[in-house]
């Protein structure tokens, strides 16, 4: 069973610019969450896709926006990138919506300069 | 407002010391309270999922028990590799299998 993979492990990024990362959700998953996590705090919620539509958002502006495809990987765009956006970016599969388990990737680490 | 606290921050402890680690919630509706455990740079690895009141799950060194507003997180005699950063979420009645989670406890043991 291939667990929640992510992509890329890191990377930096000036402010201003617009960033993609990318997740695959664990076997039998179909639904993914990201969770953006700064540095000594606990993860935030930013988004769930289920069925490729948004499933429920956290208190994150537009400029963060989402996909998932049909084979349930998701994409986190993060557009005109702020100084705030540096941190780790998690993604969590569920086989659910409503599952209460949530299996979560390495994270991607993203620093704005 | 839903939220999670954690309590300490942070925790040294000396190996085989046992002590207890601390997440408290508003209580609006629980769905579920789960605990991960997360070392740096990692993503979060499961480790328990609590219901209801009065509920105990273990795992080797680890015990987590449930009450109507707060959590346990014990371990017992650890070891140097149980440093990490213990992480509690919950999930609430009116918010799907959204994580909200506390702060997280920094712990620390020394050989």
């Known amino acids: 069973e291939t667990g929640v993979t992510q992509s890329p492990t890191h990377l930096i990024k000036t402010r201003g610019q617009q960033v993609t990362l990318r997740c695959s959700s664990q076997s039998g998953h179909n639904t993914v969450s990201w969770y953006q996590q700064a540095l000594g705090q606990g993860p935030q919620f930013i988004f769930q896709y289920y069925r490729e539509e948004e499933n429920g958002r956290g208190n994150f502006p537009p400029r963060f926006s989402g996909l998932q495809f049909p084979n349930y990987s998701s994409e986190l765009n993060v557009n005109a990138l702020e100084l705030d956006d540096s941190a780790l970016y998690l993604c969590?599969?569920?086989?659910?919506?409503?599952?209460?388990?949530?299996?979560f990737g390495p994270g991607t680490r993203l620093t704005v300069t | 407002e839903d939220q999670v606290t954690q309590s300490p921050e942070a925790l040294r402890l000396q190996e085989g010391e046992s002590s207890s680690l601390n997440c408290s919630y508003t209580?609006?509706?629980?769905?579920?309270l789960f605990w991960y455990r997360q070392d740096p740079g990692k993503g979060p690895e499961f480790l328990f999922t609590l219901y209801s009141a009065g509920e105990e799950k273990e795992k080797e060194r680890l015990k987590a028990t449930l009450t109507k507003k707060e959590s346990f997180l014990h371990i017992t005699a650890p070891k140097p590799e149980d440093s990490a950063t213990y992480l509690c979420a919950v999930q609430f009645n009116n918010a799907g299998n959204m994580l909200t989670f506390g702060g997280g406890t920094r712990l620390m043991v020394k050989p």
């Open positions: 969590a599969s569920s086989p659910t919506p409503s599952s209460y388990e949530q299996y």
């Open positions: 209580v609006s509706g629980l769905r579920g």
